[in-house]
Every structure is written in structure tokens, then in C-alpha cells.
């Protein structure tokens, strides 16, 4: 039998006008902005039309640590999607766009995979509707507002040495980590030391990611701190002016994109931080429009439930009155095998003793989750390799925990494979088990917060910080920021800081190089090891394979 790949099984895909797919879920034409015929964006009138309708039951895909075996957080999240709505139920799902970097780099499409795809794929992992180059463009038009407000005289008295402000740009660039900027003469202003993002870390991405409406994204931007005076007073995106003009370039972006999966069922993908150096959840106001439309909406946060799942519960949940009725925490047998020391060629073979030694880090992401009080249900994303002693080996092992391993086999089966997932999901949100809190109260102090997580999730013995930024952290809860989460920005593929200590580690420690105040988006970003905010291409780009084939066709893309 010859398996179909990714892009060959969404070619084939019978989409449906996308003004049926939303007239199906209750919104009319005139409320959808069409981009071709297969994903429109949702007005805001009808988001304020349906605000005071009662919210479904929300459903958070996450996974174990990411390995080079595979897990398929969002294929796992499609095909969950898919299968409620195929054992009846009202269900949509949500999740995040893809952004440019990654996939010219080395992570590959964030579209799903198999027979769990959201489509049109090739457009969801390129330009899409347009939202991340409006990101881009608004947060590079404060750029040259500051630059140009210092030229014209400086009238704020901004220190040329404080302005924490960088650019953006949605590839992956090492170059531009660090640049100097304004050489060749007077006529370009004064050089000064800075540096580029990807778009995806910008402070603008994760406010529209926040924001509840436009008036909002409007004060969340006006309220970023862009640079300091010599007296160490912060400077307001405000101050220069800038944040009207923002709000116009992100008027549409901050509308959700409306479009199906392969089974033409609703999908929502709008927003794209990443959860290593960002937030890393789909916008509020999708997830908070799909819960009036469906009965059930399925979400996924970014990379292992030790960055994605921590965010979404104690800044997106936090922030937005959210909680989630029932966690599904993606691994596979291959990823356990890894995890138990098989190396990538040999995750063929049959290998219990690995799999039962690689649990480690499934278990100690199931006793985190739990911590927040919500029930977990492991999904095992079937490979067809996968041997029934492996399969009950994780399962065993996962009974030991308290919870339950369901198999599913949505990537070869579409729905078909995930009815079992679906059914008990559906029965654990429903039951009203969930007692959500988030990790950490609003009033504790911010260097306790992030011991908090540093100690409660990745079980490390101690937090390193330098003097200099114990005493800045001190200085935002003076001036008013101590109530603020924190964001951790660290390797997705380890509970430490070191990417290469896979497994369940302890007796680590956590250093922090930096500290990041995003006082627009309402967190504090906590740079910690080595983890780089402007990631660089791998020895071999996926660029090197992307071309159009005869048929004007993408190839090497997924």
C-alpha cells in the first residue's frame, strides 16, 4: 500500500466554499471577509453580537517535550476536532498560525499532518491572510517613529542607550541579532547599538494574541515601554505617538481566521507566538468566539506542557477568565523510546524496556498539569510501527499515574481513528471535574513566581539570577508591575535549560541571562540558559528543497 504524504492527501481535499463552513456555524455572509474561497476573517460586529452567549466546554492539547521521533500536537488537535464533531457533537478548533522562520528553516508546515489536516495548507504555512507581515509592519513602524523622534531633536530626552525597543522580521536571520544601526552619516540619524526579533517574540504579536477588541489592542499598544530617559523614566509607544497608526495597520489582523478541516469542519487560526520565547497560544478573541459557537472547542499550546501548557493556563487563562475543562497531553511510543536512549534510526524496532524507561517525562508532565487541577487524558499518537506491548506498556504506566492513555489513529484514519480520544475527552468535559487555578497568585512577588515554575514544573534545585536583575524585577513591582505573570523563555526540548538532558532531570538549575518588560501585553519575560529570541537557519535549511514544480505546484514545503 503506498502512503500519501501530507501535501498530497490536502491536494486532494474536497473543501467546501468557506461561507458555507461559517454559515454552518451560525455566521452569515455579511460577517465574513472572504481571501479567496477557502478562508475568510470574522468581523468584529458579529464577535460583539455573540459575546453574551453562553461559552462551550475548552479542551487544551499539549504534549510531551518535542523530539526529533515526533509527537503531533496539532495533527492531535485536528483529529480530536474532527472526531467529536463524527460522535455528534458541536466542535471546533483553534490554533495558531504558522510562522515563515521555521518553516524555511527546519521545523516544517504547523498545518496537521495525515488525514488530520486543517487546509489550505500550502496558504496557512506562507503569507496566509496577511497577519504576521501586518505584525511585522506595525512593530517596525514604532521602530522608525523612535529613531526618527530622536533625529528631530529629541524633544522626550530619550537615552539613545536605553531604548529596548528592537526590530522584527519573520525569517530566521542570526545576522540580525545584533546590529548597529543609523552609520553613514548625519543624514541617518545617530548609531546606536540594537538588534531584530522574529516576528513571532515581538510584544505587538503577543498584545493582538491578548487583546479583546480593537480599543483594547489600541491601549495595550499605546501602554508598551519603548526606551528610558536618563532618569531611568520609561517611554510610552504612546508618548511617540505611534499607537493610532498601529491600530490601523493591525485593524484586520486582529480579526480570526475562519477555515476547515479536511472533514470540513470549522477552524479558527489566528496569532503565532511561540511558546519557547513567547506566549505561545491562538488569539483570545478565537478562542473566546469559538466557545459561543461550539459546544466543544479544542485548542493547543506550543511545544511540551512545560512552556505551552504552563503559559496558556497562568497568563492566557489568567488574563482572558478562561478555563479549561480537560487537558490532552499528546505523546508517542517513538518519543518514549527516544527519551529512553534509542537513537532516531533504530525507533523501528521493538523496544519495551525503552518505552518504560522514556515514560519519565510523559509522567512528570501528567503531575504538573494535575497541579492546576485539571484532569488529564494522554493521547498516544499511533505510529505504524508501534507494537501492542509498546503501546501497553505506556498505557500501564500511565494507569500508575492516575490517568488514562487512549490510543488514536487520526493521522491514518481522520475521524474514524480518534472517536475513542473523542468520546472519553467529550465524557471528562462534561463532567465538571475541573477545578482550574492557576500556578501562582497575581500578588506574589515576581522572582518568587519564577522560582515557582522553575521548581514546580521543571523540578530544578535553584533559580541563578545576578544582582542586577533581582533588582530590576524589584524596580518593576515598584513602579507597579509586580502583579504581572511571567513568561520563561528557555529550550523546548528539556525541562532544564540544557537541550540535550531529555527524560525527567533533576538537581539542575535555572540561570537567567535577562528580563523583559512586555507592559502591553501585561507579562514579564524571563530569558533564561541560552535560548535565542532571532533563531538562525539549521546546516541544511528546508529553503534548499522549496521550489515550484511543472505544475506550478509547491514542493518541499511539508
Known sequence: MTVKSDIEIARAAKKKPILEIGERI?????????????????????????KDRKSGKLILVTAINPTPAGEGKTTTTVGLGDGLNAIGKRAMICIREASLGPNFGMKGGAAGGGYAQVVPMED?????????????????????????????????????????????????????????????????????????????????????????????????LGDMIVAYRRDKSPIYARDIKADGAMTVLLKDAMQPNLVQTLENNPAFVHGGPFANIAHGCNSVIATTTALKLADYVVTEAGFGADLGAEKFMNIKCRKAGLAPDCVVLVATVRAMKMNGGVAKADLGAENVAAVKEGCANLGRHIANLKQFGVPVVVAINHFIKDTDAEIAAVQEYVKKQGSEAIVSK?????????????????????????????????????????????KAIYHADEVIADKKIRDQLKEWEAQGYGNLPVCMAKTQYSFSTDPNLRGAPTGHSVPIREVRLSAGAGFVVVICGEIMTMPGLPRVPAAENIRLNEAGEIEGLF
Open 410 to 454: 487520526h493521522w491514518a484514519d481522520g475521524s474514524q481513528g480518534s472517536k475513542e480520544l473523542a468520546t472519553r475527552v467529550a465524557e471528562i468535559a462534561d463532567s465538571g471535574r475541573s477545578q482550574f487555578s492557576p500556578l501562582y497568585p497575581d500578588e506574589m512577588p515576581l522572582f518568587k513566581k519564577i522560582d515557582r515554575i522553575a
Open 124 to 220: 496557512m504555512n506562507l503569507h496566509f491572510t496577511g497577519d504576521f507581515h501586518a505584525i511585522t509592519a506595525a512593530h517596525n513602524l514604532l521602530s522608525a517613529m523612535i529613531d526618527n523622534h530622536i533625529y528631530w531633536g529629541n524633544e522626550l530626552q530619550i537615552d539613545e542607550r536605553r531604548v529596548s525597543w528592537r526590530r522584527v522580521l519573520d525569517m530566521n536571520d542570526r545576522a540580525l541579532r545584533d546590529v548597529v544601526t543609523s552609520l553613514g552619516g548625519v543624514s541617518n540619524g545617530f548609531p546606536r547599538q540594537t538588534g531584530f526579533d522574529i516576528t513571532v517574540a515581538s510584544e505587538v504579536m503577543a498584545i493582538l494574541c491578548l487583546s479583546t477588541d480593537l480599543k483594547d489592542l489600541e491601549k495595550r
Open 26 to 50: 451560525g455566521i452569515g455572509a455579511e460577517h465574513l471577509l472572504p481571501y479567496g474561497h477557502d478562508k475568510a476573517k470574522v468581523s468584529q460586529d458579529f464577535i460583539n453580537e455573540v
